[in-house]
């Protein structure tokens, strides 16, 4: 047998080196254009439905958002199981389907499905659709720490200047921003002294919407040139929130500091991320 093995590649040498030559050069052709990425390509038959609606509590929320949105679900093309997780001001709606249907289409199918009910939603409900795949889930995670440093400047670190960058790199479709407070500056109203002047809350706040905006009042062509005037009324410190007027009872014009306290803090969070025990800004890279 090995006799004739042995004669067989003496007859046919020049063959079978060409065989070898071949699948060496396809090899290293298939090497050079195959795709290459941190996952394979795939797309599993599941679309999750997020859904956030303030502090609702879990009660409502399981009522007017979680059981609509599964009951208009229910009959899509390849459904087979439906889970979800209610808690206060948010639902997950995990919708798996077959092996053996277009998830591209599905995710248009429960998309068409939500804009049908989205009426009989309440108006302050956000909702968001993700057909899963390895694009769903980040492929780095950076952390930022800085001892001594308020974690809140840190996250405008992380939102205004690291993420624009990273949005630049080739193959980066986005950037997550998870963890640390934002700054926001905070009104204490008394309501005592709000109830003496008779003003009521709202007031209040549309006073602060009104006079916290940009605003275009026209435009002005000459020369070849068109200017637009703009009008710009945003606060930009404790001191000028404090100095805004409004008009209380009878007439009479009171300045916000003098029924409420004006201080710079921190946006409340519900997520804190750590890195090494430390309080840190996290990066979701997504591709």
Not at 161 to 180: D, S
Not at 199 to 221: D, F, K
Request: with cysteine.
């Amino acid at each position: 047998m090995k006799v004739a093995i042995g004669q067989f590649a003496v007859r046919h040498s020049v063959s079978i080196v060409f065989l070898v030559l071949a699948l060496c050069l396809g090899g290293a052709y298939a090497a050079w254009k195959m795709g290459s990425s941190v996952f394979p390509e795939t797309d599993f038959p599941r679309v999750v439905v997020m859904v956030d609606n303030g502090v609702m509590p879990a009660d409502e929320m399981m009522a007017t958002l979680t059981r609509p949105i599964e009951e208009a679900m229910k009959d899509i093309p390849g459904s087979e199981t439906m889970r979800s997780t209610t808690g206060r001001g948010s639902a997950q709606i995990d919708l798996f389907f077959s092996w053996k249907v277009n998830m591209m289409q599905t995710e248009l199918y429960v998309l068409s499905r939500l804009a049908q009910i989205r009426s009989t939603l309440p108006a302050t409900a956000r909702t968001e659709v993700y057909r899963m795949n390895f694009s769903t889930f980040p492929v780095i995670g950076l952390s930022l720490t800085a001892p001594g440093r308020e974690i809140s400047s840190l996250w405008e670190l992380a939102r205004y200047e690291l993420k624009p960058r990273l949005l630049r790199l080739p193959g980066v479709a986005r950037v997550e921003v998870v963890g640390g407070q934002a700054p926001e500056y905070q009104i204490v109203v008394d309501p005592l002294r709000l109830a003496a002047l008779r003003l009521p809350l709202s007031q209040v706040t549309e006073t602060l919407l009104r006079n916290n905006l940009i605003s275009a009042t026209g435009l002005h062509q000459e020369d070849n040139l068109m200017r637009m005037t703009v009008v710009d009324g945003r606060v930009h410190s404790v001191q000028e929130i404090e100095n805004l007027t409004l008009t209380a009872d009878r007439g009479q014009i009171v300045r916000i500091a003098d029924f409420a306290r004006v201080s710079r803090g921190r946006e409340p969070t519900f997520s804190v991320v750590t890195a090494d025990g430390v309080d840190s800004v996290l990066l979701n890279i997504y591709s």
